[in-house]
């Protein structure tokens, strides 16, 4: 069943949609139409990304049928404000949580800070988020929905999963595109009123909590016991020295209980 944009416009809060059969990538189209005037949000959605970027030099797999868009918005509007960047990301991951999760009941469903979602302990979407000089806020998401990892790369059949493959069906893609704009619309009200509140969520959700993990952070290499999400977004490891607390980081791929 083809997206329905007429749908998503007059369901959710977007005010400008675009849908294209194939993109390089839906950030970039989103960053480039900064420069036309129009109303916000505004939604890119592709079919097919050529080069969908994830978190650094990391790429994102838009295999055939995935989800895969971006949404601009005005920073100030979302509740987007200095010191609250690591919080957007987790709004935007609990929404993604929020949408899906009727969808696999059987399934457990969380969050790997800062900007993954993991169903079945595999990676489910991918959330990129970039900050314009202007402070508009491009937020990018990749939903594995109708694709199958039989289509992807071998490097991540072990490392993710897609709805298809945990149902066994394929999802109606504009159904669960409104319902996830939905959610974060809530999440971007939660977050300009009591930001606290997305972050405690995000914290219950959070499936690194008690595992020992490896981040690097500002040139250094730091391993911990995390402890969970702060309520400012930032991410919390025991470490040798006392408790440590990251706005930003890259975590290695090590992922073991804490002795």
Do not use: Y
């Not at 995935?66 to 990301?89: C, K, M, N, Q, W």
């Not at 939905?182 to 606290?196: D, I, V």
Request: with cysteine; net charge neutral; aromatic share 4%.
């Amino acid at each position: 069943m083809p997206l329905d944009l007429d749908r998503t416009l007059r369901d959710t809060f977007v005010a400008r949609a675009e849908h294209h059969p194939s993109l390089a990538s839906t950030n970039n189209r989103a960053a480039e139409l900064t420069a036309r005037d129009g109303p916000l949000p505004l939604l890119v959605v592709a079919d097919r990304q050529t080069a969908g970027r994830g978190r650094g030099a990391n790429r994102w797999w838009t295999g055939p049928g995935a989800l895969a868009f971006s949404l601009l918005v005005d920073g100030r509007t979302i509740g987007a404000h200095d010191g609250r960047s690591p919080l957007v990301a987790l709004a935007v991951a609990v929404a993604v949580v929020d949408a899906v999760a009727p969808l696999l009941p059987a399934q457990t469903l969380g969050i790997h800070w800062p900007n993954d979602v993991m169903a079945a302990g595999r990676k489910l979407a991918g959330i990129l988020i970039e900050v314009l000089p202007d402070r508009r806020h491009v937020i990018g998401i990749g939903l594995n929905t109708n694709n199958s990892l039989t289509d992807a790369p071998a490097e991540l059949q072990s490392t993710a999963v897609t709805l298809r493959d945990l149902g066994q069906a394929t999802v109606d893609q504009t159904a669960i595109l409104i319902e996830l704009l939905k959610g974060l619309e809530e999440q971007f009200h939660h977050l300009c009123r009591e930001p606290q509140s997305v972050a405690a969520r995000a914290d219950a959700l959070c499936l690194q909590r008690g595992q020992t993990l490896t981040l690097q952070a500002a040139g250094r290499t730091v391993t911990g016991c995390c402890q969970g999400i702060a309520g400012d977004g930032r991410i919390l490891l025991q470490t040798s020295g006392g408790t440590e607390a990251f706005f930003s980081a890259t975590i290695l791929p090590s992922l073991e209980a804490c002795r």
